[in-house]
């Protein structure tokens, strides 16, 4: 057997020299801030190098490499952590100097190394990275290795670094072996992104790109994952998320909806597939005389899609379909992911979400019947919202075209119960969804277009034509003052339509002769009618069709004989039918002659089909801890960095690779980003505020409302150079209208955001400005962050921390990991000892029982499931007034009960939440015992946690049965 004396260690070079205990320690100690190094001086921790090597000397094999003793040491290090939070920090140091020490320094060596591989079996160039991207490396290459600060990769943590390692957000060789350093890939982000825009000076291009890097590389923010796998490379896929309507309800339609997905998700993109209009089980079939097997068999083709085409190799694809609750296969949709049941009838690798409009919420609550429906046998109902969804389902219920009636709260309590066992499906809430949304321009959002019935006459200068033989022809429309050149557009299938009847007093100026007759249109509810006033046609009040009162006196008109028209409105009616619906954007007035009445038009249209557009996400978060200037918050420095990342996503659109021309279509016409926030948390913490503070709520309202302040004028600033995205027009921010405009407070009034009531922030000039054009439809969208922030070594998004005790587990092992935050409280008070230690673990992570820690103390560390739920809520409401898109809310129950659940559903759908929940999280009925500990110590913990939920249950008995 060898000794350690006679054993061998192989170095980088690959020679080999005897194992030295004092090399081995020396090194241990100069990360450890205890000897100097020439390269770098760090500042000294709290650990003990000695024990480390020593440690690390036992468990090695001659001819170990050093790399090998290095991971091994920082392995040691990391299993320490409980010990001390410093010995995390010496594993970082261990990890990256052992990562620098393997890799080459320069930037651009690395780069030209990576572009350069082989292919060993065909002998051809292999193409990681694009001829543009090599050309910008090239280009800027001693600036960008000058700009390089290694240091910077310390600060990184340990499984953040092990993270970009593991998951291949650093790029390799062609052998497998890690090529970049973290630093390397901070840089080719900001060239991928930068280094090919061309429309600016070299010096201003490399000015982008250094800013960038230095955010990054500082820990500021960061951009979602499929940017920081993708950029640099050929194809370069760097949105996150697709949004993708069933094709058609059809073989072709289906399979062409699969192909996209799978084409999306072989690059790195997520994908929310919503299927309301598929036909429900048991309906007939046209083409071929059978009848339809419903929504299950066909996902189960999507869940099979979903498990073999992972996101570049990277990581598994993930799928979320949407369905309303109407859909007579919601019951089986709600089984689909369950843990028990026939494998015919699951496909648990997709995710699950419900689209519920507001209809249903009020049936549940008055336990009303719910009427159940098959899209093909009662079109439409996917297509509208609020009062126009309300209209054509209570219309199809009293047809009588239902499948079959349930009891409302019966279906509610099967959604609660799916949730409990497996966490989903999500619940989103269609109305507040389109009413606060900034695209309700859009449409069903379809069902604001101003549209008409194909049958409708326009009036041209070639005479009057139906306006649906007009489709996608320019023609000359006469305006109310004179002929104007637009195009028509088909702007909906299968919508409803109201019947308004208009008494028409038709004078000839020139002989004095007086006509009356009766004209009648067939239009969408959201029609609008222009009002008799003193204003010019462009400037006067219009009113949708649905708000039409008899006797209204419509804006007089002259046509181009000269004959004057005084309308009243006679008659408004439900016409009873669904149809296909035009329109045109008439530039002038906006406004058209439609059956011999003057009536306003489309501000703005989209090609109808959802099935024509899959909407993209682009997102990024702000890191919030960089802004911590010890007690307070640097709210200047935040609005910077915002304004940098809307620049980026901007350009994320720009020179993103479309897996579909849908995408494409949609991303570069709408224009959406998402901006998002991690370590919430860690800023409460860093700032000692507790979650349920006044103090607390009001930093987290304020961060995003100078977030929303900043990207909105970011996006402002972009459009007055490049023009405002091309579906602007008739948006809510083009009339002035922010997201906070479009939210309720308490009393009934919209939302005035605080940084306008202190004058931190002048909103009202921002409203004039954006008016003029933005360049993004959407700005907001906090979303989880799990890779991101694990990369950052922060906590996940707006979550509170989930316990102050958790597992950690790498391919080397798994390892338990405390709130850094706590501990080093914990060291502060002298509190601090292997003793107190195992009661946190013993009490699952709290410390809200255990007698020796202050009461501040365990106020500012409540774990999210001692956090009142209601709280939760209620700081999702108040940053949804600044969340153009909505939020990935999860909501905790350590003891679900059906009860519970139902109540904090109702709480955040009368909050107006959009998303009313993402995940709940659970936890299971008994924990198991994951670490060693004393079982008295055990069962003692369990008694005194006992008592303090007995406590506090009496205390919060009035609290809306909602954990709050």
Known sequence: MNTLYSMKVQKRDGSLEEVSFDKVLHRIQICAGQRPSHSIQFTPLEVNPTLIAQRALASIYDGVK???????????????????????????????????????????????????????????????????????VDTFGSELDNALNQDRDYLLDYFGFKTLERQKYLLRGIDGKVLERPQHMWMRVAVGLWGAYKVVSDAERLALILETYELLSLKQFIHATPTMFNAGSPRAQLSSCYLIALSEDSIDGIYKTLADCAKISKYAGGIGLHIHNLRAKGSYINGNGGTSTGIVPMLKNFNATARYVDQGSKRNGSFAIYLEPWHADVEDFLKLKLNSGSEDERARDLFYALWIPDLFMERVEADKPWTLFCPSESPGLADVHGDAFKALYERYEAEGRGRRQVDARQLFDRIVLSQIETGTPYMLYKDAANAKSNQQNLGTIKSSNLCVAGETMV????????????????????????????????????????????????????????????????????HKFILQGDEEILDARRVEAKDLKEGTELMSWIDPRGISHMMTVSHIENSGRLTDTYCFNEPEQHSGVFNGILTGNCTEIIEYSNSEETAVCNLASIALPAFVKGKTFDFDGLRKVVKVAVRNLNRVIDINFYPTPETERSNKRHRPIGLGIQGLADIFAMMRLPWETATAQTLHKRIFEHMYFAALEASAEIAAKEGPYSSFEGSPTSKGILQFDM???????????????????????????????????????????????????????????????????????????????????????????EGLKNQIIARNGSIQSIEDIPQATKNLYKTAWEIKQRVLIDMAADRGAFICQSQSLNLFLDTPTKDKIVSMHFYGWKKGLKTGQYYLRTKAPVMAQKFTIDPELQKEAEKSEALRQQKEGEADEGCLNCSA
């Open 66 to 136: 050093t790399s090998e003793l290095d991971e091994l040491a920082a392995q040691l290090a990391i299993s320490l952590v409980t010990t001390h939070p410093d010995y995390g920090t010496l594993a970082s140091r261990i990890i990256v100097s052992n990562h620098q020490a393997n890799t080459c320094p320069s930037f651009v060596t690395t780069m030209k190394t990576i572009s350069s591989q082989i292919n060993p079996k065909s002998g051809l160039a292999m193409t990681y990275l694009a001829e543009s991207y090599m050309a910008a």
């Open 743 to 833: 939210w309720l407070d308490p009393t009934g009034t919209p939302v005035t955001p605080l940084t306008q009531t202190d004058g931190t922030l002048d909103w009202l000039a921002l409203k004039e400005r954006v008016k003029r054009g933005i360049r993004n439809s959407l700005l907001m969208a906090p979303m989880p962050t799990a890779s991101t922030s694990q990369i950052l070594g922060y906590n996940e998004c707006f979550e509170p921390v989930t316990s102050n005790i958790y597992t950690r587990r790498t391919l080397s092992g798994e390892y338990i990991v405390l709130n850094k935050y706590l501990v080093r409280d914990l060291l502060k008070l002298g509190l601090w000892n």
């Open 459 to 526: 009036l041209t200068k070639a005479g009057d034509m139906p306006i649906a033989t007009l489709e996608e022809l320019d023609i000359n429309v006469w305006n109310g003052y004179k002929w104007s050149k637009t195009r028509v557009h088909k702007t909906g299938e299968q919508q409803p339509v109201l019947k308004v009847t208009i008494k028409n007093l038709a004078v000839n100026t020139k002989t004095g002769t007086i006509i009356t007759s009766h004209k009648n249109i067939d239009c969408t509810p959201y």
